[in-house]
């Protein structure tokens, strides 16, 4: 899996990535200070912008491609990003050790529990990827990697939840925010 990605990154700059909704519709929400989980990060829009913010970033993929990338345009930038080559669905984050953790575009479910319990209490969780239900065409196809309708919700069951926004097919499907759902929910216990 790591070749494939490598190849989808080797001619990508992380200048030119961005950051999820998630993160910059709620940046709000992030921590004045902390440590940050960014799983899955591809070219590290969500670490680049969460270190901007002052935090302190761990970044985890397969791609020593994208992580290489990242690494280099943290320390040009002075970016306090920690990158790591980490297969997550072999080898996923331990319990209570991030004050946030990210993740975008990716679904692995047997790993969902030890995403939501790598939080420390009162930890978020910011979390957007595809869905189901879709308006268009876009993102993965295989239905393991697409959301159920309010599959996050339950993901999220027993936490605090700040955001949530999921529009399905539900009106106009040519406006709104479609064929994703996004959740920021926070840890109590």
Request: charged share 20%; aromatic share 8%; with cysteine.
């Amino acid at each position: 899996m790591a070749g494939k990605w490598d190849a989808v990154y080797a001619d990508q700059q992380c200048d030119v990535t961005t950051a999820a909704d998630v993160i910059r519709q709620n940046r709000h929400l992030l921590p004045a200070n902390g440590t940050v989980l960014d799983l899955a990060c591809g070219l590290g829009g969500n670490a680049i912008l969460m270190a901007q913010h002052g935090l302190s970033v761990h970044a985890w993929d397969v791609s020593s491609v994208a992580l290489d990338k990242i690494s280099h345009y943290a320390h040009k930038y002075g970016l306090d990003i920690t990158t790591t080559l980490r297969d997550i669905e072999t080898n996923p984050p331990s319990a209570d050790n991030y004050d946030v953790v990210v993740v975008t575009h990716f679904l692995f479910r047997p790993i969902l529990l030890d995403i939501r319990n790598s939080l420390k209490k009162s930890g978020l969780l910011f979390y957007q990827t595809f869905t189901a239900e879709k308006a268009s065409q876009t993102g993965p196809t295989n239905p393991d990697y697409l959301l159920n309708r309010n599959e996050l919700l339950s993901v999220c069951d027993g936490m605090d939840i700040l955001v949530y926004r999921e529009e399905g097919l539900q009106g106009d499907v040519q406006r709104g925010w479609r064929n994703q759902a996004m959740i920021v929910a926070k840890k109590l216990d």
